[in-house]
């Protein structure tokens, strides 16, 4: 099915430069056009990706299965590799996110605020679209739909680059979108792949800032640091996902062992897992073996600090190391945790401010005072009293799908749904009024 797409990259200029520039001034010219497009046809375009995904999973799958071979013939991590697979799980999770953005409130047109000026003038803050928005992202394939179809909804032209390591993925869906958006008569050109994986191509399209007006990298620290440090176009950056969970003396123990596996075990690779546990030292002589040994259980290896060495020498059958202290800045991304004990809640939330990466961070009590310090204290996109920081995602925020989670603090910050993929303007309505 994406043999045209194969064939027109045989075909592509051998200047990257020029074929780049064409390529956002298309997105640019579609940009205004998207930016007016009725809802209903919008949702329209959203209802026949979901029907065509689902037609198409099997083909889907096998593109997919290329992308993985190749991921494992050059020795990709296990949990690049996880992020890469599409199995039947979540590309059904991918097609009620298309389904759940088409029932979402179209932000654009959205009165923000409503000004009536003394001299009888009517002032409408009103959400625009942004305009176009390049996303740069590695692995996930699922990544390439998100995008789309948030760009779609919040009326901005979207210019896609995906890793080598999913391209026969990120061209596969990237034909739906073009068939769901030729069957209501739309440009193509409202949602496009960059068609090569060549690293200049990316550098040329960092440049564009007369065409493109942000850029979303999504993926590892080095990709985002790369965008951030050579793009001319306003970056919107994830950085790392350090999130921490702080149990406090008033937690209840049963509620912090489940959603300290939660958080560390349901998905590992997941950016919104915890790598650093601090826990209370007036509660952590009772708690602190019973939790690692349920993240023993589960195959978590432990990093411990002195204190809780202290007492898990007194425990029988926990297996830990010591802990150094650049193992609390770690983003393991894997079955591995580091675990600190604090003697106050105020040295906790310094911990999490220190040693984190302002993107998710939890505690666990039942002291409405601690927990209110704590979320006031902790400076994060998003903060957690009794809950797992696995809910930092947009669909599980019922957003819909994301098209990333920005530790930024402008414009957006923590998960990007529609109304973070606009900007505003002035519409201001008069009689004929005149300056003095």
Same mark, same amino acid.
Request: hydrophobic content about 40%; charged content about 20%; proline content about 3%.
């Given at each position: ?73 050059? #020795? ?10 599409? #199995? ?349």
């Amino acid at each position: 099915m994406v043999q045209g797409f194969y064939m027109s990259m045989s075909h592509v200029e051998v200047d990257l430069k020029d074929q780049m520039t064409e390529l956002a001034k298309q997105a640019r010219s579609a940009a205004l056009k998207l930016a007016v497009l009725p809802t209903e046809t919008k949702n329209a375009i959203l209802r026949t990706l979901a029907d065509l995904i689902e037609q198409h999973a099997d083909g889907l799958k096998i593109a997919n299965n290329q992308d993985i071979d190749y991921a494992k013939g050059a #020795n990709l991590s296990a949990s690049l590799i996880d992020r890469l697979e599409l #199995n039947d799980k979540r590309i059904a999770t991918m097609v009620d996110g298309v389904r759940q953005v088409v029932s979402l409130e179209d932000p654009v047109g959205e009165v923000i605020e409503s000004v009536n000026h003394p001299n009888g003038m009517k002032i409408d803050k009103v959400r625009v679209p942004i305009g176009v928005i390049g996303i740069i992202y590695e692995s996930r394939p699922n990544v390439t739909v998100d995008c789309a179809i948030l760009c779609l909804k919040s009326g901005n032209a979207a210019i896609l680059r995906g890793g080598k390591e999913a391209f026969h993925s990120n061209a596969f869906l990237n034909e739906l979108i073009n068939r769901a958006l030729k069957a209501h008569g739309q440009d193509t050109a409202m949602v496009q792949l960059v068609p090569t994986t060549d690293r200049q191509a990316m550098q040329h399209l960092l440049k564009l800032d007369e065409y493109i007006h942000c850029i979303i990298p999504r993926g590892g620290d080095g990709l985002i640091r790369y965008v951030a440090e050579n793009s001319t176009i306003p970056v919107i950056k994830h950085f790392q996902g350090i999130c921490n969970l702080f149990i406090d003396q008033a937690a209840d123990p049963e509620m912090a062992i489940k959603i300290a596996i939660n958080a560390k075990v349901q998905k590992p690779s997941a950016c919104n897992a915890i790598e650093n546990i601090f826990i209370h030292a007036e509660i952590a002589k009772t708690l602190l073996p019973q939790l690692c040994k349920a993240l023993q259980d589960e195959d978590v290896e432990l990093r411990v600090d002195g204190a809780a060495v202290a007492i898990l020498l007194r425990a029988s059958g926990i297996k830990f190391s010591p802990a150094e202290e650049q193992d609390l800045y770690t983003e393991y991304l894997d079955k591995i945790v580091t675990i600190k004990v604090v003697n106050s809640i105020k040295e906790a939330v310094s911990h999490v401010n220190r040693y984190g990466s302002a993107h998710s961070d939890a505690i666990v009590t039942e002291d409405a005072a601690a927990a209110e310090l704590f979320l006031n204290g902790v400076d994060s996109a998003t903060v957690y009293w009794n809950v797992s920081t696995r809910f930092t995602d947009g669909y599980a925020f019922g957003l819909g799908a994301e098209i990333g989670i920005s530790t930024d603090r402008l414009h957006a910050r923590g998960p990007m749904g529609l109304k973070e993929l606009c900007t505003y303007k002035y519409q201001i309505i008069g009689q004929g009024q005149i300056t003095d």
